[in-house]
């Protein structure tokens, strides 16, 4: 963000929390906003984006990332009615194509969902710990500082937080990280 001149954290954390909404509004799955976030971060990082495209950058991400993750994707014109039409649907498509050029068409990010998949395995699927940890995932979407941590470290700090507020202090062997031989 320091190279932005219009932007500035609290409005990429705005921005977010937008498209949480929407995300929640089309009902995508959790993969398909994390990875928009990631797409949002990446390109933010590369391009300079003025205040009046911030939106069109982050409800084309949002496109970009539904048509990776979900079976269905809604359309461009779909996400254009969240945005109450201030874009076009060229301006989508135009917008896509410049995001995933600047991005070289990367679209691999070891989400951290698929992390608390894994882990939630290992807590034998607690879903009142899950539904929690997913919950305090959502959050660090919005929250800047936490962008350079590795996802894995967000899954297990997430479910650890969670244990914890259920009442669920002790790290039972599953849950690990040590390896027997």
């Not at 219009?6 to 954390?13: E, H, I, P, V």
Request: with cysteine.
């Amino acid at each position: 963000m320091e190279s932005q001149k219009d932007l500035a954290w609290k409005m990429r954390g705005i921005l977010t929390d937008w498209l949480i909404q929407v995300h929640m509004r089309f009902r995508l799955l959790p993969e398909t906003l994390f990875l928009a976030t990631n797409i949002i971060d990446r390109f933010l990082s590369t391009r300079v984006v003025s205040l009046a495209k911030l939106q069109l950058v982050g409800i084309t991400c949002m496109f970009v990332a539904a048509k990776v993750e979900e079976i269905v994707a809604p359309s461009a014109a779909n996400f254009l009615y969240c945005a109450d039409a201030s874009y076009t649907e060229v301006e989508i498509l135009q917008a896509e194509r410049y995001i995933l050029k600047t991005l070289e068409w990367n679209m691999s990010y070891p989400n951290p969902i698929h992390f608390l998949r894994r882990v939630s395995k290992a807590d034998e699927y607690n879903v009142q710990v899950r539904t929690i940890a997913k919950y305090l995932m959502e959050i660090e979407c919005v929250e800047w500082r936490l962008i350079a941590a590795p996802p894995s470290l967000l899954a297990a700090a997430s479910i650890w937080l969670a244990r914890l507020m259920l009442g669920r202090e002790d790290w039972v062997r599953f849950l690990s990280m040590r390896r027997s031989l």
